[in-house]
């Protein structure tokens, strides 16, 4: 637990009037868990647990209080009661949910960094396996860490060839080729592509000499790279070999000394969270990333950040934070790009801004809303981002449908079909499933026999009806 839990007077407070109720929920907040994160650490139930912090049961059995305190690894000083702790030297606990160096918790050196790529991309599937048990507690793990964590200071003497600038202005611009083509054509075979380019990356920052510059200029190019390849790796639809690569993403963000780096990476872990069912770590994810960017003057970049952190708003239900989200968004972006915006994120835009407020208001149970805002992304909108285009044509025909307009959001459909024929994307492709399954109450109506028989004839799309 971060020490900044400890000493929150309130946390202190709580503990020594045995309010275990308000002392689970203030910790859980303070540390950025959630309750199945609690229930891991402490042995009780989730089910229990929301019960205790609503105030509607009452920890009092003494094993109960002694697992929960040592559970959470409560200072002896705040323990209101004496806990069991050995005189001794313990063997340390088993850290099952990590592999090895990747650990998060361990001190974040360069060999560490090497080690978290080499899980990425070249580890078994064990270690990929134990890496990602725990993917709750590791992700708060990796979010505490990056914020907190000492970087140490890249210099290496080794014997090999000197690292130039030459080359590492080539690798660069081979990072930013594979991140055009991703949004131009989709992930396709990108992740091999991706893996390829990091392991040459890794193999130089193992077998060259650099100079602390050089060496954070590496690391910055590995952070850049790690953090497109998850995203490669996601679209293509795997849910869980994305995280390895953004946790490798955000050690070589922390050895390049780069904080706009560590912010994108975050940025990706928090569309990986509200696509997989944590948009609390959506939420958490997007502000600790705004809070150590917020004084770089980079508006596009908070923006973008305010932009993921109202989906995670938006998929809990939360109307209010999520709009007063989006309405900073905007304004941000209104600024227009500074010099120190990343070049990296080139796509941030009106555009963008209006399709996330799409995709927020679709969320909220909002569809008219949600159609206006799509409308004016088409019209803002990259002309090559045709991915982001069809995922946002896909979603403005749902929020059709679930108007009752079936034929506006047929045609918006068809507009969508078009983009997914050409792009190879299964995150597309999943948005495209979920598209026409919206069509199955009408399944009968012309419109819907339209779409479907389109979807059925193209290549691979079958199963969709």
């Known amino acids: 637990m971060p020490e900044h839990v400890w000493s929150d007077p309130d946390v202190r407070d709580a503990l020594a009037t045995w309010d275990f109720g308000q002392a689970s929920r203030l910790i859980r907040l303070r540390g950025s868990l959630r309750q199945g994160d609690m229930a891991q650490l402490t042995g009780l139930s989730q089910a229990f647990l929301s019960m205790l912090e609503a105030g509607s049961r009452r920890l009092t059995n003494i094993d109960k209080i002694v697992e929960f305190l040592t559970g959470l690894d409560v200072p002896a000083e705040l323990a ?38 080499e899980t990425a991309v070249g580890g078994s599937a064990m270690d990929r396996r134990r890496f990602l048990t725990a993917s709750g507690i590791a992700f708060t793990a990796f979010v505490n860490a990056w914020d907190t964590a000492e970087a140490e200071p890249l210099l290496r003497a080794a014997a090999g060839s000197r690292l130039s600038d030459e080359l590492l202005d080539g690798l660069q611009r081979t990072t930013d080729s594979l991140r055009t083509m991703d949004a131009s054509d989709g992930s396709g075979t990108l992740t091999s592509l991706g893996n390829r380019h990091l392991q040459f990356l890794k193999h130089l920052m193992d077998e060259t000499s650099y100079d602390e510059a050089t060496g954070r200029r590496l690391a910055a190019i590995i952070a850049d790279t790690a953090t497109q390849t998850g995203w490669f790796v996601f679209d293509s639809g795997d849910r869980d070999r994305p995280l390895g690569y953004l946790y490798a993403a955000l050690r070589a963000a922390k050895a390049a000394q780069d904080v706009r780096l560590g912010a994108g990476a975050l940025s990706y872990l928090a569309i990986h969270a509200y696509s997989t069912g944590a948009p609390h770590r959506a939420v958490t994810a997007a502000q600790r990333a705004r ?99 069809g995922l946002f044509l896909s979603r403005a025909a749902i929020a059709h449908f679930e108007q009752g307009d079936l034929e506006a959001g047929s045609a918006t459909a068809h507009e969508a079909l078009d983009l997914a024929d050409q792009l190879q994307s299964a995150r597309l492709s999943d948005h495209i499933d979920v598209m026409l399954r919206q069509l199955q109450p009408v399944i009968h109506s012309p419109y819907a026999q339209d779409v479907l028989e389109r979807a059925a004839g193209m290549t691979g799309t079958g199963s969709r009806i």
């Open 291 to 389: 809070g150590r960017i917020k004084k770089l003057g980079t508006p596009a970049l908070e923006a973008m950040l305010l932009t993921r952190q109202a989906r995670g708003h938006a998929k809990l239900g939360e109307r209010q934070a999520s709009l007063t989200a989006l309405g900073k968004a905007a304004e941000l972006c209104a600024q227009g790009r500074s010099e120190h915006d990343p070049d990296w994120l080139y796509w941030i835009n009106e555009g963008e801004i209006h399709g996330q407020a799409g995709s927020c208001y679709l969320d909220l149970g909002d569809p008219h809303s949600a159609i206006a805002s799509f409308a004016k992304a088409r019209e803002a909108l990259n002309p090559s981002d045709h991915r982001t285009r």
């Open 80 to 117: 209101p009661l004496p806990l069991p702790r050995s005189t001794v030297d313990a063997p340390e606990p088993p850290r099952d949910q990590f592999a090895g160096d990747t650990d998060p918790t361990l001190p974040w050196t360069t060999a560490r960094m090497v080690a978290a790529l």
